[in-house]
């Protein structure tokens, strides 16, 4: 299929602010920029309002005391940096606690319904890794209400939303971010976005995995875009495999079991009707971090304890039906109607699912911004925050504050800068990578090389690694990467999956890639990063961020420092 000239075919819009991205981390950029001013295009890949953030279920963590008073900022923030095994930047992590609570605060004056206590306060439940009873939520669809609210008042304050667009290419002016271009979904027709400033709030990367619990969307897009225009990825072997996903039937394998079943206290057995947890963190049980959770249901299957379908027994019925169905609504209804159990009088079987991406741009913990000027990251496509690790409900209120901050920063931004230039050559060259798939004749299906490459990271870049396995999924990424440039469309550009995949896979090679590199430089285990061949903590690498960037058409793997946390809060590390 041939092309007219790009130039013939695109339409412009012209933006003080572009966010790319509308779940939680993208809307809540855009109303601060909204307020701060500024014209605000918000551009996703799919519906409003159906971004992965909708999906969220146990809850938002935020220090507020409603129902273990003696919590505050510094235990939040001590948590956070325990779990990310203290390779988190220390100031997003205190910027974090400290500003969480005015954030859900916020959300409620929006209008946001959360759970009660009977005081009437937002009622608090207990989470992995949280010492006090912290994620502020509604039911197990926490993340619904999240977005409803974010979305109302986005509608009301008024932002130009460009839905069913995905953004392929980052345009540059000099070292600086001048705006996007990508295609409308349904009609395959080119879109040129002219912006100061560049929120990239796209979510993370589990489509590269087989078993995971996240949606066709997190193909790692809004990494890949930024490490193509120069930015910095951090932290990229960090992949958090969430240890309850369904496991029974096939069909709806990696969907998540939200840790609120383990928060309301779910027991996990193995076949032999063992509380495993004994084992792996006997303080904890089910409520440790995730890595470990993980890593322990893992194990008992490999070792021969595992269910019949390969997983654990996650059980809540002890608890009344009646508690259970209010409480974990989603999750009654979901065994209910996808694998025929009543987790009110049955055990749910369950296992590791591939979750969430602690790494991704590398920001400034202040301003959200990348190391290129007027590009600012927030949400699960930025790193930082977490470390080695995340623990369950930071992630929504990372959202919430990064997310504001992204937005305060990139409108300030806009504020001082003149409207960039936009050079069509870009143009030219995005479309012409978007065109190429239907000139390669007899080439084969993207959905072969997305089948192949999810083995690839799921079999070789998995919970537990090695040296030899992360060399050889190099070398398939190689031979995978070669396949993704000659696979072939047929059809038009209208509604084309296939097309759009080939596209994706692009991001997803390029940002598996950062993963597999990243994994194979850093010889210890820590957080959700295992290397059975360097089982322990290794005190130099406690120093040191892995980063890539791109030089030239190279992938450069360097190290930097992990920021030295200041003495006052040191002593908050303590035991
Ligand atoms: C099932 C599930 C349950 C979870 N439960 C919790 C929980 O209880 N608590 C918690 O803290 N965390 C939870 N998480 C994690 C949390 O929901 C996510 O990390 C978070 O919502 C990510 O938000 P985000 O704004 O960064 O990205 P998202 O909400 O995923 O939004 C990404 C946006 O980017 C758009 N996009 C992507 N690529 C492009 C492109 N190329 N062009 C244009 N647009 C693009 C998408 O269309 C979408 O609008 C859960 C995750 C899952 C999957």
Request: glycine share 10%.
């Amino acid at each position: 299929m041939s092309l007219a000239p790009a130039s013939s075919k695109y339409e412009t819009h012209e933006h003080d602010v572009l966010i790319i991205g509308a779940g939680g981390a993208g809307l809540r950029a855009a109303l601060e920029a909204l307020g701060h001013g500024a014209r605000v295009g918000v551009v996703c890949k799919s519906l409003l309002g159906k971004a992965h953030t909708v999906m969220a279920e146990g809850g938002i963590a935020a220090a507020m005391g409603n129902v273990d008073s003696a919590d505050d900022w510094k235990t939040h923030f001590r948590d956070t940096m325990r779990g990310g095994k203290f390779l988190n930047n220390w100031r997003m992590a205190q910027i974090h606690a400290q500003e969480a609570p005015d954030r859900v605060r916020e959300l409620e004056q929006w209008g946001a319904l959360f759970d009660r206590t009977d005081a009437g306060n937002i009622l608090q439940r207990a989470f992995g890794g949280h010492t006090y009873k912290r994620l502020c939520h509604v039911g197990d669809r926490t993340g619904l209400e999240m977005i409803r609210t974010l979305q109302d008042r986005g509608v009301e304050l008024g932002f130009d939303c460009y839905m069913e667009c995905t953004v392929t290419r980052l345009l540059s002016e000099g070292d600086r971010v001048a705006g996007a271009f990508g295609y409308w979904r349904e009609s395959g027709r080119f879109v040129v976005f002219k912006a100061k400033s560049v929120v990239i709030a796209t979510g993370g990367i589990g489509k590269a995995w087989r078993v995971t619990s996240n949606s066709w969307e997190y193909t790692g897009d809004g990494m890949a875009l930024a490490y193509d225009l120069g930015a910095e990825l951090m932290d990229m072997e960090f992949v958090q495999f969430h240890p309850t996903g369904m496991v029974w039937p096939p069909g709806v394998q990696g969907i998540l079991v939200t840790e609120a079943v383990r928060g309301e206290g779910g027991t996990l057995k193995n076949r032999l009707g063992e509380r495993f947890m004994e084992k792996y963190d006997p303080k904890r049980m089910e409520l440790s971090t995730r890595d470990v959770v993980a890593r322990a249901i893992y194990t008992e299957v490999r070792e021969g304890r595992g269910t019949e379908h390969g997983g654990a027994y996650l059980d809540i019925s002890q608890k009344p039906a009646e508690y259970v169905k209010r409480k974990l609504p989603s999750m009654y209804h979901q065994f209910l109607e996808l694998a025929d159990v009543d987790i009110t009088k049955h055990p749910m079987e369950v296992g590791p699912t591939c979750h969430y991406m602690m790494g991704g741009i590398r920001v400034d913990a202040e301003t959200a911004e990348s190391t290129v000027p007027g590009l600012f990251a927030a949400g699960e496509a930025a790193a930082g925050l977490h470390g080695a690790n995340r623990l369950g409900g930071n992630s929504l209120s990372d959202l919430l504050v990064f997310g504001r901050r992204a937005g305060l920063f990139a409108a300030e931004h806009a504020n001082r800068t003149a409207p960039p230039a936009i050079d069509s050559a870009q143009i030219e060259a995005g479309a012409r990578e978007l065109a190429a798939p239907f000139e390669h004749a007899g080439g084969e299906s993207p959905y072969a090389v997305q089948r192949d490459l999810q083995e690839t990271m799921q079999n070789l870049v998995g919970i537990f690694r090695n040296d030899a396995d992360l060399k050889k999924a190099l070398e398939e990424l190689e031979k995978l990467k070669a396949r993704a440039d000659r696979v072939s469309i047929e059809g038009s550009r209208l509604y084309n999956p296939g097309w759009h995949l080939a596209r994706d896979l692009q991001s997803m090679l390029t940002v598996a890639e950062a993963v597999a590199i990243s994994a194979i430089a850093r010889t210890e285990s820590r957080g959700a990063h295992s290397r059975i061949d360097f089982p322990q903590l290794d005190a130099e690498w406690g120093r040191k961020n892995n980063t890539v960037v791109r030089e030239n058409t190279e992938m450069k793997l360097r190290q930097s420092p992990v920021p030295a946390v200041p003495d006052e809060l040191k002593q908050l590390l303590a035991d």
